[in-house]
């Protein structure tokens, strides 16, 4: 059964750090990874789509790698903002009917 | 337009009432989804819809049920639940219902149960 893990659980970062997140999940057999951010008692809003055959995708000061020998995805996010205060969701696809499986996420605040 | 609609925002409902959310996309997207999310939890898959059949069900209890009228809607009827069903309802959709395609959320409806 595939299970995602991120790490850290909630991160505090000063204004304009370049900070990491961490994804990892168990099955390496995945097809797709994607990046949510959810605001506080909102939906969720895609970031990036990394397909099983790339290797990373960028997305403005958002850039995304998909290891997938070693079960791995990061989130790098440039010169981070106040504004990028959020929680953030990585999900893997699994199965032929495309249901995500998401990790428990990283709540992100940027201070001032 | 790439918008996943989602109504009503917040719904407080007692245990003996009936109610029902709705999403709405005009993407042409042809599979649709429902996920439940507690507090401080990752969203879980409840339904998948495929060109407006059921395809998968994710053991949700039967006071849940869901609907798909065509293939821009989709309904949760909501009858007899329980406290502990007190969550972020969100609705998805996607292109197709296979693993290459890109989930699109709504912005989800609160849901209180007194």
């Known amino acids: 059964k595939q299970e995602v893990t991120q790490i850290p659980a909630a991160l505090s970062v000063p204004e304009g750090e370049n900070l990491v997140l961490n994804c990892s999940f168990t099955?390496?057999?995945?097809?797709?990874l994607q990046w949510f951010r959810q605001d506080p008692g909102k939906g969720l809003t895609s970031l990036l789509l990394?397909?099983?055959?790339?290797r990373e995708q960028t997305s403005g000061r958002l850039n995304a790698s998909l290891d997938k020998s070693s079960g791995r995805s990061t989130l790098y996010i440039a010169a981070s903002q106040p504004g990028d205060s959020a929680t953030y969701l990585c999900?893997?696809?699994?199965?032929?009917?495309?249901?995500?499986?998401f990790g428990k996420g990283t709540k992100l605040s940027v201070k001032p | 337009d790439t918008e996943v609609t989602q109504t009503p925002k917040h719904l407080v409902m007692g245990m003996t009432n009936k109610k029902s959310l709705k999403c709405e996309q005009h993407m042409g997207h042809r599979a649709m989804y429902w996920y439940k999310q507690k507090a401080k939890k990752p969203p879980e898959l409840m339904f998948v819809?495929?060109?407006?059949?059921?395809?998968i069900n994710e053991s949700v209890p039967s006071r849940f049920s869901p609907e798909c009228p065509n293939s821009s809607l989709l309904n949760l009827h909501l009858h007899a639940l329980q406290p502990e069903d007190s969550a972020l309802y969100l609705c998805?959709?996607?292109?197709?219902?296979?693993?290459?395609?890109?989930?699109?959320f709504g912005p989800g409806t609160r849901l209180t149960v007194t």
């Open positions: 990394i397909q099983s055959s790339q």
């Open positions: 999900a893997v696809y699994g199965g032929s009917q495309g249901n995500l499986i």
């Open positions: 099955d390496s057999a995945i097809y797709n």
């Open positions: 819809y495929s060109y407006e059949k059921l395809s």
């Open positions: 998805a959709s996607s292109q197709g219902a296979g693993e290459s395609y890109e989930q699109y």
